[in-house]
């Protein structure tokens, strides 16, 4: 395998461990970091760590943007994001080499191709695709164990419109192990990340709603969960709901959502999840309704309204009718 030549940008829990993880696999990589005390703590353990990135006299390398984007309030904070891409854009302005950077940082979608793209083109005075590569590939690890789930990664998600960057980030990973998936619109990298995060929250304030209908009813909830996870097919059946676009419609979803909530009510528990699960499914009914409404000046009505009752809708969408 071919050595690469490496810069981690921001060495925290993410940067640390993913440069650890390539320099096991034989690249050669430098850290980046401001904080005084990371700089002399991963240069106390032996690694090339600096304040500053240059890169005048580097071979093609890949920058991993592996920087802080905490919250602010109910917004992301990119303020030490874009300092740090600043930093990287600089740097390529005095390099006469192609470098490719990376973002692994857990940002909104859009960002790589918004933020980052048109600070990195301010600084560098170069165009993305051109000068200099661009992608995202988003870090799934969890913090108690980054070393080893950087090493043995369960999903690794490369997007560029850039095949090459894309066959370059491949060659890197794939050895690292686990499902690679590769996608032209670096968005949809973040927005998978970002899902991820919000379906694991989502399914753990799901469970966490039936555990209080379940503890007021005095019956184990653990089990049940275990079993529902069995059953469900939830997350790999698109008959249950992962394409977007479409209500869930047939007789039993409806009919058991809305029952539960009166149940729920009966017994004096709340269920917000559930409230909002039937707002969200009551909201994407009428949306689809309006556009067969708006194709029926184009075509039937009569049409339209019978294939709509046999679960069609328009664009190809159907509604999600399980069993
Ligand atoms: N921690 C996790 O488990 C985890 C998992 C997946 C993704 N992520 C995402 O990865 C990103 C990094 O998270 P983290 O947990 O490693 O954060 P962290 O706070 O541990 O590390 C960030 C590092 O960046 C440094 N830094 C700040 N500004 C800088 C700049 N301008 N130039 C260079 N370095 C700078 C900080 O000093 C710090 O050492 C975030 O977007 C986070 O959401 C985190």
Same mark, same amino acid.
């Given at each position: 395998?071919?050595?690469?030549?490496?810069?981690?940008?921001?060495?925290?829990?993410?940067?640390?461990?993913?440069?650890?993880?390539?320099?096991?696999?034989?690249?050669?990589?430098?850290?980046?970091?401001?904080?005084?005390?990371?700089?002399?703590?991963?240069?106390?353990?032996?690694?090339?760590?600096?304040?500053?990135?240059?890169?005048?006299?580097?071979?093609?390398?890949?920058? *991993?943007?592996?920087?802080?984007?905490?919250?602010?309030?109910?917004?992301?904070?990119?303020?030490?994001?874009?300092?740090? =891409?600043?930093?990287?854009?600089?740097?390529?302005?005095?390099?006469?080499?192609?470098?490719?950077?990376?973002?692994?940082?857990?940002?909104?979608?859009?960002?790589?191709?918004?933020?980052?793209?048109?600070?990195?083109?301010?600084?560098?005075?170069?165009?993305?695709?051109?000068? *200099?590569?661009?992608?995202?590939?988003?870090?799934?690890?969890?913090?108690?164990?980054?070393?080893?789930?950087?090493?043995?990664?369960?999903?690794?998600?490369?997007?560029?419109?850039?095949?090459?960057?894309?066959?370059?980030?491949?060659?890197?990973?794939?050895?690292?192990?686990?499902?690679?998936?590769?996608?032209?619109?670096?968005?949809?990298?973040?927005?998978?990340?970002?899902?991820?995060?919000?379906?694991?929250?989502?399914?753990?304030?799901?469970?966490?709603?039936?555990?209080?209908?379940?503890?007021?009813?005095?019956?184990?909830?653990?089990?049940?969960?275990? =079993?529902?996870?069995?059953?469900?097919?939830?997350?790999?059946?698109?008959?249950?709901?992962?394409?977007?676009?479409?209500?869930?419609?047939?007789?039993?979803?409806?009919?058991?959502?809305?029952?539960?909530?009166?149940?729920?009510?009966?017994?004096?528990?709340?269920?917000?999840?559930?409230?909002?699960?039937?707002?969200?499914?009551?909201?994407?009914?009428?949306?689809?309704?309006?556009?067969?409404?708006?194709?029926?000046?184009?075509?039937?009505?009569?049409?339209?309204?019978?294939?709509?009752?046999?679960?069609?809708? =328009?664009?190809?969408?159907?509604?999600?009718?399980?069993?």
């Amino acid at each position: 395998m071919q050595s690469s030549r490496i810069f981690i940008v921001g060495s925290g829990v993410v940067g640390a461990a993913t440069g650890e993880g390539f320099l096991k696999a034989g690249h050669k990589v430098t850290f980046i970091d401001v904080a005084p005390a990371r700089i002399a703590e991963l240069a106390a353990r032996g690694f090339d760590v600096r304040s500053e990135i240059d890169l005048s006299g580097e071979p093609e390398s890949l920058l *991993f943007l592996t920087l802080p984007t905490p919250n602010d309030g109910h917004r992301y904070d990119l303020s030490a994001f874009e300092a740090g =891409t600043t930093a990287v854009g600089k740097a390529l302005a005095g390099s006469a080499t192609r470098h490719t950077v990376v973002v692994r940082s857990t940002v909104p979608p859009g960002t790589t191709e918004g933020l980052v793209e048109n600070t990195l083109e301010k600084h560098s005075g170069m165009t993305a695709g051109e000068g *200099f590569g661009l992608a995202s590939n988003p870090e799934f690890l969890r913090a108690v164990s980054a070393a080893e789930d950087f090493a043995h990664p369960w999903m690794t998600v490369i997007a560029s419109r850039d095949p090459q960057t894309v066959e370059r980030l491949r060659d890197l990973l794939s050895p690292f192990g686990g499902e690679l998936r590769t996608f032209d619109d670096p968005a949809q990298a973040e927005f998978i990340k970002a899902a991820h995060n919000i379906f694991n929250a989502t399914k753990i304030s799901f469970w966490n709603e039936m555990w209080l209908v379940a503890q007021k009813m005095g019956v184990d909830l653990d089990p049940i969960a275990a =079993t529902v996870a069995r059953s469900a097919e939830g997350s790999i059946n698109p008959q249950y709901g992962i394409r977007g676009g479409a209500p869930y419609g047939g007789v039993c979803l409806p009919k058991d959502t809305n029952g539960f909530l009166g149940f729920a009510d009966t017994i004096g528990v709340d269920m917000p999840l559930l409230t909002a699960v039937v707002e969200t499914n009551d909201r994407l009914a009428a949306i689809v309704s309006d556009e067969v409404d708006t194709a029926s000046h184009a075509a039937s009505h009569a049409q339209l309204r019978e294939s709509a009752a046999h679960g069609a809708v =328009t664009g190809g969408r159907q509604q999600h009718e399980p069993a």
